[in-house]
T-cell receptor, first 119, second 109 residues
Framework: GAVVSQHPSRVICKSGTSVKIECRSL??????MFWYRQFPKQSLMLMAT?????????EQGVEKDKFLINHASLTLSTLTVTSAHPEDSSFYIC???????????????FGPGTRLTVL | KQEVTQIPAALSVPEGENLVLNCSFT??????LQWFRQDPGKGLTSLLL?????REQTSGRLNASLDKSSGRSTLYIAASQPGDSATYLC????????FGKGTRLHILP
């Protein structure tokens, strides 16, 4: 099946710094990628939809200037948490949609997640 | 606005028992419903995906059903094992994928 990777898997940073998380589709091209956030014992919440070559679409309540998304190629999307604060500590998961038609029903494939801890 | 609810929030059962996890959703206009497994601190493992035109899917000891008109899905786990302990998430896909909060399952050895 299709594989999506994330890097890093875990990051600890100081308050006020910026952190970049990468999401890669390893064996397929993804014109659309999605970023989710999950707080402890909570559901995954969609943050934004990342479209290759265009601006991301952010969900209501998600600050686009704080969570910068770049989808510069068909296999890579990045999420940068700018001026991170302790309340940004969370589990960030990306997913990628295979639009090639190779996979039935344009299924989304999920990455393993990145645990961000802001001190 | 689509809302996905999973009941129960947590469940503990002895090893070997069969069990059912429930998922309900408010908007029946969905493309598919997917069940995932999530181990603590880990990502998602897709278990079963049911298209809106389908009624059920089976994989090994797992069987998922979908009743779109009533907004319900169940995940049936047969002959539970300690390795089945995890959080099980239900997600429905309309114009977006909406997740439930999950059911934390603990299988007692």
């Amino acid at each position: 099946g299709a594989v999506v990777s994330q890097h890093p898997s875990r990051v600890i940073c100081k308050s006020g710094t910026s952190v970049k998380i990468e999401c890669r589709s390893l064996d397929f091209q993804a014109t659309t990628m999605f970023w989710y956030r999950q707080f402890p014992k909570q559901s995954l919440m969609l943050m934004a939809t990342s479209n290759e070559g265009s601006k991301a679409t952010y969900e209501q309540g998600v600050e686009k200037d704080k969570f910068l998304i770049n989808h510069a190629s068909l296999t890579l999307s990045t999420l940068t948490v700018t001026s991170a604060h302790p309340e940004d500590s969370s589990f960030y998961i990306c997913s990628a949609r295979d639009n090639s038609g190779r996979v039935k029903y344009n299924e989304q494939f999920f990455g393993p997640g990145t645990r961000l801890t802001v001190l | 606005k689509q809302e996905v609810t999973q009941i129960p929030a947590a469940l503990s059962v002895p090893e070997g028992e069969n069990l059912v996890l429930n998922c309900s959703f408010t908007d029946s206009a969905i493309y598919n419903l997917q069940w995932f497994r999530q181990d603590p601190g880990k990502g998602l493992t897709s278990l079963l995906l049911i298209q809106s035109s389908q009624r059920e899917q089976t994989s090994g000891r797992l069987n998922a059903s979908l009743d779109k008109s009533s907004g319900r899905s169940t995940l049936y786990i047969a002959a539970s094992q300690p390795g089945d302990s995890a959080t099980y998430l239900c997600a429905v896909k309309g114009d977006k994928i909406i997740f439930g909060k999950g059911t934390r399952l603990h299988i007692l050895p």
